[in-house]
T-cell receptor, first 113, second 115 residues
Framework: DAGVTQSPTHLIKTRGQQVTLRCSPK?????VSWYQQALGQGPQFIFQ???????QRGNFPDRFSGHQFPNYSSELNVNALLLGDSALYLC????????????FGPGTRLTVL | AQKVTQAQTEISVVEKEDVTLDCVYE???????LFWYKQPPSGELVFLIR??????QNEISGRYSWNFQKSTSSFNFTITASQVVDSAVYFC????????????FGGGTRVLVKP
């Protein structure tokens, strides 16, 4: 039973560029959430997708957008990258319409130069 | 607004010692869920335990145990007979309404277990 997978593992971008991160949920899970974890801090909730729609959103600017596909996989897009966007981006999945425990993937480490 | 506080930033112990991690939370909801996650150096958050606000029964699962007290809004976690592989950052988290809703994390406690 495959767990949550994320790609790429690492990514280096320059300020002003755009980036897309990808996530495949655990088998049987229908809800995907994204978190940003700055170095030395706890993860911060970005948003959650269920049935291809954004259900909840944290305190992040519109530069952060997402998408969920019919197979429940998801993408996180960040436009106009800032140095402060450098972080570990974690994807989590859950099932039963997001009412169950969230399980996390290995994360994508984004460095913005 | 929901908030989670982990006052201990780092704990260092010698192998086989017990380690207790403190967590204090704030919420206005009557239905909420509390979690502990472990983050080893690899970076992946590993789910350890979960309790809901209606169940204050404290349990033991292997070397892990937890103490949930609504009266003090605390959800402490203990590792018994620590091992080197327990070295990691441990996060306490809270979700309101449903277990799958957004998680609010504490700042984490780094545990270093020395051989």
């Amino acid at each position: 039973d495959a767990g949550v997978t994320q790609s790429p593992t690492h990514l280096i971008k320059t300020r002003g560029q755009q980036v897309t991160l990808r996530c495949s949920p655990k088998s049987g899970h229908d809800t995907v959430s994204w978190y940003q974890q700055a170095l030395g801090q706890g993860p911060q909730f970005i948003f959650q997708y269920y049935e291809e729609e954004e259900r909840q959103r944290g305190n992040f600017p519109d530069r952060f957008s997402g998408h969920q596909f019919p197979n429940y996989s998801s993408e996180l897009n960040v436009n106009a990258l800032l140095l402060g966007d450098s972080a570990l981006y974690l994807c989590a999945s859950s099932y039963v319409q997001g009412t169950d425990t969230q399980y996390f993937g290995p994360g994508t480490r984004l460095t913005v130069l | 607004a929901q908030k989670v506080t982990q006052a201990q930033t780092e704990i260092s112990v010698v192998e086989k010692e017990d380690v207790t991690l403190d967590c204090v939370y704030e919420t206005r909801d009557t239905t909420y869920y509390l979690f502990w996650y472990k983050q080893p150096p690899s970076g992946e958050l590993v789910f350890l335990i979960r309790r809901n606000s209606f169940d204050e029964q404290n349990e033991i699962s292997g070397r892990y145990s937890w103490n949930f007290q609504k009266s003090t809004s605390s959800f402490n976690f203990t590792i018994t007979a620590s091992q080197v592989v327990d070295s990691a950052v441990y996060f306490c988290a809270l979700s309101e309404g449903a277990a799958g809703n957004k998680l609010t994390f504490g700042g984490g406690t780094r545990v270093l277990v020395k051989p």
